[in-house]
């Protein structure tokens, strides 16, 4: 039991001056995620979520606490931290191929093994045939997969996402958030996964870090034993969907 | 199923574009045989001194052309225009990325930079001569001068848009250094201004050899000017529609690097 966890957050507080006066944004918020687990923070807006996502992800510095992966204390971003955002943020004059090979392009690796890598992760992410596309040529949910591929291209010991399918129709976001738990199982990824829908915290998390605001800070960690795939119509799906959004309102 | 859609568009796209590109073209054509036909009229009225018409002109073009005389005008002037063109705008480029970069740089030189801004190049005749001399380098300075603040705020303006958040991106993928930042997501993010800030300006060094030439250097601004003196108006618009030819051969050809470097649009 004394194995360091994947992330460990550790006491984070987060306090800014306000218009109105001092905010406090984040208030002693600790928790672990263990090597290859999936954890979903959910929490109301204002709770702070993405404030703690750009502080894990090492983009914007706590007022107190630390984040460490694997026992080294996160300093700023860097390729340990594979990170997927809401809108993207593709490299719009990179073809998708080489959107997916950016991070690559930074490593020693010989451009034959680098190609071969970058189009199995295409092929992964379901993108076959559309390696030099560039992306305005492509829908919400396939920039996302792009996304998700140049993210783990590094192999980044955790993959840390910001309501990643918080801007595609609800058809897409479920056909993505299958493939993210095949992905998930494929490659024993560390996820920390964002989102304010408590019904894809449900489907997709082995936990459910439950956060409220004023300060943020955590509710609750709920442990989800269902077995996958989970289908919303399950008794015990609609049991946890029920109690977390009890906690949350 | 995507890719059928993709394919359908991409035939219509085409000859949507060349119906588009004819009926300009047409409208084009029509305009400028309306303003000849003005300009022939109008000219009937004045002496020739005043106003030539479009047939004297003509001529003049091409006895000018036929002499030789204007391609010795036209290689001196290209012989400023070309280092001055690139000497501005590459440092005009270089100075818009690194001030828009670094808020250190920016402190330091914007009172500098808003003095110096609008100096007119013409201004700077005086240094053009005390430091370079009446010769291509003083008229290139000239022109380098107007081409460096156009791409300057061009550029600057492009690199101060580079959205932070691919910045963040790019670090998580394993960019450490400035510079290597600056190679990879800012040139490539602000490549759109940049590129417009130097078509802007190779259009603007081709106004300013007129103005580079005026304490003697040779060219067609030298030839501009010695035949306004004489009151020979066709030889006067004679080198000015050559450098409207240049500045039009220039730009499409830019136009064309440029779309080929900005597909991703």
């Not at chain 1, 291209?153 to 840390?160: K, T």
């Not at chain 1, 946890?240 to 009890?246: F, G, K, T, V």
């Not at chain 2, 250094?177 to 190679?183: F, G, M, P, T």
Request: hydrophobic fraction near 45%; proline fraction near 5%.
């Amino acid at each position: 039991m004394s194995e360091t966890p994947r992330v460990r957050v550790d006491d984070i507080s987060k306090h800014f001056e306000g218009e109105t006066g001092p905010v406090r944004a984040l208030d002693g918020v600790s928790f672990d995620v263990a090597d290859g687990e999936f954890v979903c923070l959910v929490g109301p807006s204002g709770c702070g979520k993405t404030t703690l996502f750009r502080i894990i992800a090492g983009l914007e510095a706590a007022t107190s606490g630390a984040v460490y992966l694997d026992g080294e204390r996160v300093e700023g971003p860097g390729p340990d931290l594979g990170l997927v955002f809401q809108e993207y943020h593709l490299f719009p004059w990179r073809t998708v191929a080489d959107n997916v090979g950016f991070g690559l392009e930074r490593q020693d690796v010989p451009a034959s093994e680098r190609e071969q890598r970058v189009d199995d992760l295409i092929e992964m992410v379901g993108l076959s045939g559309f390696g030099d596309t560039y992306p305005r040529d492509l829908s919400g949910g396939m920039k996302q997969r792009v996304a998700l591929a140049r993210a783990l291209a590094v192999d980044p010991g955790l993959l840390l996402m910001d309501e990643p399918f918080g801007a595609v129709d609800a058809q897409t976001k479920k056909m993505l958030q299958s493939e993210l738990l095949d992905i998930w199982s494929e490659t024993g990824k560390t996820i920390l996964f964002v989102t304010h829908d408590v019904e894809e915290a449900v489907k997709l998390a082995d936990r459910v870090v439950v956060m409220g605001k004023n300060p943020g800070h955590i509710h609750e960690i709920v442990d989800v034993d269902i077995e996958r795939p989970r289908s919303r119509s399950d008794d015990a799906f609609g049991t946890y969907y029920q109690r977390i959004l009890d906690l949350i309102e | 199923m995507a890719v059928d859609v993709s394919e359908a568009v991409e035939e219509d796209v085409p000859s949507a574009l060349t119906d588009v590109d004819g009926r300009r073209l047409r409208r084009g054509l029509g305009g400028v045989a309306v303003f000849l036909v003005l300009w022939g009229a109008a000219s009937l009225t004045q002496p020739e001194y005043v106003l030539p018409s479009p047939l004297v002109v003509a001529e003049t073009f091409y006895a000018q052309a036929a002499s030789g005389e204007m391609a010795v005008a036209l290689g001196h002037s290209i012989l400023h225009w070309i280092p001055g063109a690139v000497f501005g705008t590459g440092l005009g480029i270089a100075a818009g990325i690194a001030l828009a970069w670094s808020p250190y740089l920016d402190d330091v030189t914007s009172p500098v930079v808003r003095v110096l801004r609008p100096v007119p190049p013409l201004a700077l005749v005086g240094f053009a001569i005390a430091w370079f001399g009446i010769n291509h380098a003083g008229a290139a300075f000239i022109i380098a001068v107007g081409a460096f603040w156009i791409n300057f705020y061009a550029t600057y303006g492009g690199v101060e848009g580079v959205s932070e958040d691919l910045l963040d991106v790019a670090r998580s993928l394993g960019i450490e250094s400035d510079l290597e930042l600056v190679r990879t997501v800012v040139v490539p993010a602000s490549l759109p201004e940049i590129t417009t800030g130097i078509r802007t300006g190779i259009g603007r060094c081709w106004m300013l050899v007129v103005a580079s030439e005026i304490f003697g250097v040779a060219g067609i601004g030298r030839r501009i000017l010695r035949a306004s003196n004489n009151l020979q108006v066709d030889v006067v618009i004679t080198y000015i529609l050559v450098l409207s030819l240049m500045f039009l051969v220039v730009d499409v050809a830019f136009r064309a690097l440029q779309r080929r470097a900005l597909v991703w649009r």
